[in-house]
């Protein structure tokens, strides 16, 4: 007499799999950011007004991740390796059409050129370095 027929596990050890497919904790891609760091964009990104609806009220944001709850939180959070991660994968310039098309053979092939990405001043970053020593 066999019992209840078992649930399957479909990707079961596939972890690394499981989380891209999962989308709770879906972040920006590379191109939105890319968008958010164009100056006009980061200066409205970064002086927003108090939205209560938002983590920390939208008065902590980091251009390439998210929001945050308070000042320290942000300040260690530039020292993480999620954000380190992050800023090197925005080194390479974003795909665009013409790359797309001489990669298909439509052009001469032009390695993407890296740019420097440095992380955000922030406020208690600038009062820092306007204390006199």
Not at 116 to 121: A, C, D, G, L, V
Request: glycine share 6%.
């Amino acid at each position: 007499m066999p019992g209840p027929q078992r649930r399957r596990k479909y990707h079961r050890g596939d972890t690394h799999l499981k989380k891209g497919w999962r989308t709770k904790r879906r972040k920006k891609d590379l191109d939105q950011i890319d968008e958010d760091l164009k100056p006009k964009n980061a200066d409205i990104l970064l002086n927003q007004p108090v939205d209560l609806d938002l983590p920390g009220s939208g008065q902590h944001y980091c251009l390439h991740c998210a929001y945050f709850v308070d000042e320290s939180t942000m300040q260690k959070h530039f020292t993480s390796k999620v954000h380190k991660r992050r800023m090197k994968a925005l080194e390479d310039e974003p795909y665009s059409i013409e790359e797309s098309e001489r990669a298909a053979g439509m052009g001469s092939y032009i390695p993407p050129k890296k740019r420097k990405i440095t992380t955000q001043e922030t406020k208690k970053m600038e009062d820092e370095d306007e204390s006199p020593s």
